[in-house]
């Protein structure tokens, strides 16, 4: 009798246990948003790559009021770049999205909308990243290989729904802070060049959907100081396609 009651305060006690253990199942994965133990510990997910290369990456788009000035600046760089895109927004802005590809960009995947993770939702995470994905394959004409959360911060749900929808998480080494309202052309490069090495991957954004109105103009004023920094470093810059995630990277700064 006795070793029956134990039994059930046991069970008891485990099924009170079963949410926050599912709560830090979900939650644990985005302590990966810090950039310190990320760039030391998790190279691949932090986009390291050659130690001769700068993987070059725009997330939030595509957005009619802002990506067409990125892609003729790039043009006029002869660089090329990874831009991860919304599902939603890919859908609504077919035209754009086959242009980025034309041109040759690589589209990724940002998630279908740019929502938080903050509550677990295993199965509509699952759903809506696979139908990014779909969205991403459609427009491009392959099926994509990368996948950058919203606010680069990865949940055990996002990283299920990566792995069933065949995506490779990766985050960044460097970023502009440029979704700011206060941020400049100046801003974003002083941002950015401290942490920039070779193999390195740089954030950017080319929309300001989610962001301070018009934040995008500094991200876009400052593409040219960046690659001619990293030129001037001997670094190639490019998509991720082109990096070789998972190499070691360069130990010099470039700025």
Same mark, same amino acid.
């Given at each position: 009798?006795?070793?029956?009651?134990?039994?059930?305060?046991?069970?008891?006690?485990?099924?009170?246990?079963?949410?926050?253990?599912?709560?830090?199942?979900?939650?644990?994965?985005?302590?990966?948003?810090?950039?310190?133990?990320?760039?030391?510990?998790?190279?691949?997910?932090?986009?390291?790559?050659?130690?001769?290369?700068?993987?070059?990456?725009?997330?939030?788009?595509?957005?009619?009021?802002?990506?067409?000035?990125?892609?003729?600046?790039?043009?006029?760089?002869?660089?090329?770049?990874?831009?991860?895109?919304?599902?939603?927004?890919?859908?609504?802005?077919?035209?754009?999205?086959?242009?980025?590809?034309?041109?040759?960009?690589?589209?990724?995947?940002?998630?279908?909308?740019?929502?938080?993770?903050?509550?677990? *939702?295993?199965?509509?995470?699952?759903?809506?990243?696979?139908?990014?994905?779909?969205?991403?394959?459609?427009?491009?004409?392959?099926?994509?290989?990368?996948?950058?959360?919203?606010?680069?911060?990865?949940?055990?749900?996002?990283?299920?729904? *990566?792995?069933? *929808?065949?995506?490779?998480?990766?985050?960044?080494?460097?970023?502009?802070?440029?979704?700011?309202?206060?941020?400049?052309?100046?801003?974003?490069?002083?941002?950015?060049?401290?942490?920039?090495?070779?193999?390195?991957?740089?954030?950017?954004?080319?929309?300001?959907?989610?962001?301070?109105?018009?934040?995008?103009?500094?991200?876009?004023?400052?593409?040219?100081?960046?690659?001619?920094?990293?030129?001037?470093?001997?670094?190639?810059?490019?998509?991720?396609?082109?990096?070789?995630?998972?190499?070691?990277?360069?130990?010099?700064?470039?700025?």
């Amino acid at each position: 009798m006795r070793g029956g009651a134990d039994r059930g305060r046991l069970l008891t006690t485990a099924l009170a246990a079963l949410p926050v253990l599912a709560a830090a199942a979900h939650i644990a994965p985005a302590a990966t948003w810090l950039p310190g133990p990320r760039r030391a510990w998790l190279p691949s997910l932090a986009g390291t790559g050659r130690a001769d290369h700068v993987a070059l990456t725009f997330d939030d788009g595509p957005d009619p009021r802002s990506t067409p000035a990125f892609l003729a600046t790039l043009d006029e760089l002869a660089v090329h770049a990874t831009f991860f895109v919304l599902g939603e927004r890919v859908l609504a802005h077919r035209r754009l999205s086959h242009e980025i590809v034309r041109r040759g960009h690589e589209l990724a995947v940002h998630g279908w909308t740019h929502d938080g993770p903050w509550r677990p *939702a295993p199965l509509r995470e699952t759903r809506r990243l696979a139908r990014a994905a779909r969205a991403v394959a459609e427009v491009s004409g392959t099926s994509p290989v990368w996948y950058r959360p919203p606010y680069g911060i990865l949940t055990g749900d996002r990283l299920l729904a *990566a792995r069933r *929808a065949g995506l490779r998480p990766v985050l960044w080494t460097a970023w502009g802070r440029d979704w700011t309202a206060g941020a400049t052309a100046g801003s974003v490069t002083a941002t950015v060049l401290p942490d920039l090495r070779g193999g390195g991957t740089v954030l950017l954004h080319d929309s300001d959907r989610h962001a301070a109105p018009d934040c995008w103009r500094a991200a876009l004023a400052a593409l040219p100081r960046l690659v001619t920094a990293c030129r001037e470093a001997d670094l190639t810059v490019g998509p991720l396609g082109e990096h070789g995630v998972g190499c070691r990277a360069g130990s010099a700064r470039i700025g």
